[in-house]
């Protein structure tokens, strides 16, 4: 007789709907969008995630924009994440770049953030101007950074290709 009972409150607890949320729909949807930003966080830390999983991430630390603001550490991240997407997300990387070398200047992840940003400047848009303008911040700001040699050498590279000379080293090379 207890085992029939305990059978019927079983079946009776199990088929009872999902507990319900006492958030509302819009709050259940933040939460779970930060959820899946800090979860993206910690697998872009592992390097583990494939292309279309850093799209999806730099998707949701857009979204998270708040969050990702907070620390200068997701700020990297999000920002070389979204710098290596196609489309309108490289932008948001530039910004979260830019903006962890204004907010958290004496952070670790600043002249790296400023190299970043003149490599991309550099390479994918071909302004080199602009670049120079974040190395040379770099070198200023961080004259005992151990990047300070890298940009001061990227500097001199800018330098070489704007006078045309690196032009000629490459045509030398093709006839070669």
Known sequence: MIRVYLLAVLVFWSCQGAVESSLPVKEQEHVA???????????????????????????????????????????????LTCMNQEGEYRLYGVNYLILLSNKFPQNEYAPQALLQLALFFDNIFGDSERSIEFLRVLIQRYPKSALREDAEGLLNLISVSETGEIEQVRQWLNTK
């Open 33 to 79: 969008s930060l959820d899946s930003a800090v979860h993206y966080l910690n697998l872009v830390d592992k390097s583990i995630l494939s292309p279309k999983g850093y799209t999806r991430a730099a998707m949701h630390f857009v979204v998270q924009d708040s969050l990702i603001r907070t620390q200068a550490e997701y700020l990297m991240k999000a920002g």
